[in-house]
Each structure stands twice: as structure tokens, then as C-alpha cells.
């Protein structure tokens, strides 16, 4: 039976590093003396007494060795356990959240999701501002990490192709994820704190910039306004955003290498990259003719809101710059479209990735020419290397997976009381990892609040499950995983 003792320690370490992130809104509250101040410094006691706890309990084990079984149960244990303590100042604090409005919000940022269950957050205290847009850092990072240095080994959803050269092995995961880990951190440091310089060039306050570049970085999308970047109404602003939210949903590993080797065309040689840049371009002009046809915006407004609304839809973010609901059908059906996409392997952004388009649509070119000529012989290729019939299985196995979970969460959204147009954003925008949806409820001009426990119970299984890949979740569904 497999040993799962070795994760208490992990967890337990993971929680003491989110208590003490918690000081961090507890000191912004001091600043402004608030009773907040009491909420964050009581949340990171229970929460650094647990880690504490769980990590003294568990140090006699080793953990610089994981089996497969022992990796898949740890990648979903760290964002359920985390999630349940960051939800907590999100209940004791001014937002007064109950647990299930709490779990969403906390879960919300941890998989850099967007959605909120909070409303009025121009006249929210900043350490709950601050709080929301740490947890986008937080999860983010553990995302990159999850996602070059784990996903591959468990052969999720054709990641395997993406194999580091020294984690081939189970056994040499942690070390192997402790290096990538730290260039993470520096590379995404260094990018957010470029994001806040330029905000704040461009006229953002330095509160608000901070924690815009956290959240755009990450393609988390939590503002700290309710009109989002709409409130500065600044076009320096909007595109500044545009490009890190971009920078946010390329493939971490190919910029990694970009910087080591100063290689600046790896980017552009990626056939990941190719396709993201050319499915924003022909979106983003496709809208664009929609609305300065249809008189909603003209001019250098109507290609920077269409750009804007584009790039964060596909990238994830979910920021708003313009509330674009009200665009019509046609516009309707192209962002919910970008939307299922998402960005690039190896990022913070959710969706199908472009990397299982391509592989998608090899595999159905293959079909096609196969039917056609029985006998031939037509190999698929990604950048230069074969795709394997494991690859193409897996992630055809991954893409019907997450289709039959995004209609099976909007089907009971719908049941439980939502209306269409809200279930099938909603179901769409969680499983995605986006947060905004489409219509007046939970579109960019709405919120989550409201919902009934069953509601941010569907959505935050979405969330997550959306995150960490789909298989990763439902395997632990398995009778057989706890068996053996």
C-alpha cells in the first residue's frame, strides 16, 4: 500500500510559508489601523500552529523521493489544504465571508482564477486587497513549478513531451523541482516588479500597481476596484497590461532558456508561441471590425478594448478594461471561444493550451489523409520531435475529459438555478481558470456573490480540477489508486 506519510511534512512546510505571507497584510492593516489587523494575525497563528504542527509530526520522513501515487495525491492535497486556510481572513475579516464564498475566493486566487464573491472593493480595506493578489503570486509560482517540473512526470495530458532532461525519474523530482523553483521565483520577481514600474509610470498609484502586477503576471485577474482597469481609464495602462499578460501565458521553461542561452528568436520559433500570436492577432481583428462596425467604439479606443478584451480572455487574466457583455452575439461566441483556448504550456494561464490544438489538429489531418490513402505512413511532429501515440492519446483522453466536465458542471449550474448564459460561462470561466464570464451576473461587470453553497462548491471543484489538469483530480477518484 503506497506510503503517504511523507506529504505531512510537505503540506505542513507549505502552510507555515502561507502563514507568514499572511504577516504581510496583517502589517498593511497596522499601517491603516484597522480591525483587520486581528483577523490576519489570528489566521496566521492557527494557520502557522497547523503547518507547524503537520511538519513536526512528519520530519522523521523522507520526501526526497516521491512514487507517481504519492505525486498525484500531493499536487491535489496542497491546493485543496491551502485554499481552506487562506479562505480563513476572507471569514474572520471585513469581508465576512461564509466558508463555502471564502473557499471560492481563496481557491479563486491560488489557481489565479479571477472570480470574486466580494463586492464594493473600492471601499475594501488593503490588506484584503493586498491578500487576494498574494495569493495569485503564491499559486502562481506553484502552478510553473507543478507544471515543468511535475505534470510531465505523471504524463498528464501530453505534458510528457515537455520532460526536463534530469527529471525523467520519479525519484529525482524534488531536487529537480527545488532548481526550477527558484528560477521561477526570480523570473516572475523580476517580471512583476517591471509590471509595477510601468504601471506606475504610467500614472497607476503604487498601491494599486503593486498589486495589479501580481495579479496580471500571474493572469490571476483580481482588481482592486469593481470596474477593474477601467477605473483609470488610461490607454498606457491597458497596454501595459496587454503585454504582461501575454509575457504571463508563454511558456515559462522557453523564456527560462531565452535568458540563459540570450537567445531572443526561441520565442518566436515555438510552435506554441506561433499559434497563440496568431489566434490573438485574427480574434482581435475579428472583434475589432465587430465593434467599429457596429458603432460601439471607434478609432484607437475600439482596438485597444478589443485587444484588451481578447488577450485577457485567452491568457486567462480575466481583467477588464470595458465591460463587453454588451458587444452582442457575435462577440459572445468569439471571447467564449478564446476563452476554452487559453495560453501556453508551461504558464499561469488555463484552458486547452495550444499545444493540444496543434496536437489536435495533427491528429485529425492524420485521420483525414489515412482515409484517403490507408497504406501511407504520416508522422506527427512538435517542434522537430515526434508525437508519439502515447502523447496523442493522452492529450485526446485530456481534451474529452475536460469538455465532458465543463457540460457536466454547467448542466448542474443550470439545475441548480442558474440561467443558461450564466451556467455555461461560469462553467467555462472556472474551468479555464478566467473568472469574468458572459451576461450581467458573472460577466466583467458582475461578480460571484450571491451563489448558493452548492454553486461555489461546483465552481470551485472547476476551478481546481482546471488547474491541476483534470486527470490529476479525477484519478485520485479511483478505487484502485487507494489500493494499492
Keep these: 500500500m503506497t506510503d503517504f506519510r511523507p506529504l505531512i511534512p510537505i503540506l505542513g512546510l507549505l502552510l507555515v510559508v502561507l502563514a507568514a505571507m499572511m504577516l504581510v497584510p496583517a502589517a498593511t492593516e497596522a499601517l491603516h489601523r484597522t480591525p483587520d489587523t486581528l483577523a490576519f494575525l489570528a489566521s496566521a497563528a492557527l494557520t502557522g500552529f497547523v503547518g507547524a504542527a503537520l511538519w513536526l509530526a512528519g520530519r522523521e520522513q523522507r520526501v526526497t523521493a516521491l512514487s507517481i501515487r504519492q505525486a498525484f495525491l500531493l499536487t491535489s492535497l496542497v491546493w485543496i489544504t491551502t485554499s481552506a486556510f487562506a479562505a480563513v481572513p476572507f471569514m474572520w475579516g471585513k469581508t465576512q465571508l461564509g466558508f463555502a ?4 475566493e481563496a481557491m479563486s486566487g491560488l489557481t489565479t482564477t479571477g472570480g470574486t464573491a466580494i463586492t464594493g472593493l473600492d471601499t475594501m480595506p488593503a490588506g484584503i486587497l493586498l491578500w487576494r493578489s498574494i495569493l495569485h503570486f503564491y499559486g502562481g509560482v506553484g502552478i510553473l513549478v507543478l507544471a515543468i517540473a511535475v505534470l510531465p512526470l505523471l504524463q498528464i495530458g501530453g505534458m510528457q513531451l515537455f520532460r526536463t532532461e534530469s527529471s525523467e525519474q520519479a525519484e529525482k523530482l524534488f531536487p529537480r523541482a527545488g532548481q526550477i523553483a527558484a528560477a521561477t521565483i526570480g523570473t516572475i520577481t523580476a517580471l512583476t516588479l517591471a509590471c509595477a514600474v510601468a504601471y506606475i509610470a504610467a500614472g497607476m498609484p503604487a498601491f494599486d500597481a503593486i498589486n495589479l502586477a ?22 498606457a495602462i491597458d497596454w501595459i497590461a496587454v503585454v504582461f499578460m501575454i ?34 492577432v485574427i480574434f482581435s481583428g475579428l472583434l475589432w471590425i465587430h465593434v467599429e462596425f457596429a458603432g460601439l467604439h471607434h478609432g484607437h479606443d475600439a482596438l485597444r478594448f478589443t485587444v484588451f478584451s481578447v488577450v485577457s480572455l485567452i491568457t486567462t487574466t480575466g481583467l477588464a478594461t470595458v465591460d463587453y457583455a454588451g458587444w452582442g452575439a457575435f462577440s459572445d461566441v468569439l471571447l467564449f471561444t478564446v476563452t476554452f483556448l ?17 496536437v489536435i489538429w495533427q491528429a485529425i489531418a492524420q485521420h483525414l489523409r489515412r482515409s484517403l490513402r ?6 506527427m511532429t512538435y517542434d522537430g520531435r515526434r508525437l508519439t501515440d502515447e502523447i496523442v492519446v493522452s492529450v485526446m483522453s485530456f481534451a474529452a475529459l475536460y469538455v465532458l466536465t465543463f457540460l457536466i458542471v454547467a448542466a448542474l449550474l ?12 461560469a462553467a467555462i470561466a472556472n474551468l479555464s481558470n478566467t473568472g469574468p464570464g458572459l451576461g450581467a451576473r458573472v460577466g466583467p461587470a458582475g461578480t460571484y456573490a450571491d451563489m448558493t453553497a452548492f454553486q461555489y462548491a461546483l465552481l470551485t471543484f472547476a476551478m481546481l480540477v482546471g488547474r491541476l489538469e483534470i486527470v490529476t483530480v479525477f484519478v485520485l477518484l479511483l478505487p484502485r489508486f487507494w489500493r494499492h
Design 414 to 425: 443550470n439545475a441548480s438555478g442558474l440561467d443558461f448564459t450564466t451556467s455555461v460561462s
Design 101 to 104: 464564498a471564502a473557499y471560492f
Design 374 to 379: 490507408p497504406n501511407g505512413v504520416f508522422p
Design 214 to 235: 501580481m495579479s496580471t503576471l500571474s493572469t490571476g485577474g483580481m482588481a482592486v476596484s469593481d470596474s477593474s482597469l477601467g477605473i483609470y481609464k488610461s490607454a
Design 247 to 280: 509575457a504571463g501565458a508563454l511558456p515559462l521553461l522557453i523564456v527560462l532558456k531565452m535568458t540563459l542561452n540570450l537567445d531572443p528568436l526561441a520565442l518566436i520559433r515555438s510552435p506554441e508561441v506561433q499559434l497563440f500570436g496568431a489566434v490573438i
Design 342 to 358: 487559453g495560453g501556453c504550456t508551461g504558464s499561469t494561464a488555463g484552458g486547452l493550451k495550444m499545444f493540444r490544438l496543434i
